[in-house]
């Protein structure tokens, strides 16, 4: 049975470029992949973390089957994480892949000094958030704001 290890991107590969042409059309239809540069300032930047579900097949061969952003930064009253833009492969959806990501951005959340761990979820993604309530996130009572600089 293949292993499905969490690892954090540490450099920009061809199979992560491709992984991301592959998810991203999965998880918006109104942004395109990330450019090979973009892939990059993410991967560098000191304020995200680009976590990986990678499936090590038993016959040689890995596969990304999914990722998560965790974005943190210091702020006067503390040390703030956010999980933003996570997908997993529709072939690999059912399988704890996504349980796995959270899971581990959590632990890397807490390991930085962040209390508490925010995210969203559109209410049509009904599997997802059912997953985020099931490890323990809550709604919180709040406005979301948005402003568009387009």
Known sequence: ???????????????????????????????????????????????????LAVEHADGGGDEILGSLTLAWFRIPTGVRAWIEDVVVDEAARGKGVGEKLNHHALDVARSLGARTVDLT?????????????????????TNVYRYSLD
């Open 1 to 51: 049975m293949p292993e499905i290890e969490i690892v954090e991107a540490t450099e920009v590969t061809d199979e992560l470029v491709e992984a991301f042409e592959r998810l991203v059309p999965q998880l918006s239809r109104s942004n395109p992949p990330p450019s090979r540069d973009e892939l990059a300032a993410i991967v560098e930047s000191p304020a995200s973390i680009l976590l």
């Open 121 to 141: 979820s559109r209410p049509s993604r009904e599997a997802a958030n059912r997953l985020y309530q099931r490890i323990g996130f809550e709604p919180r009572e």
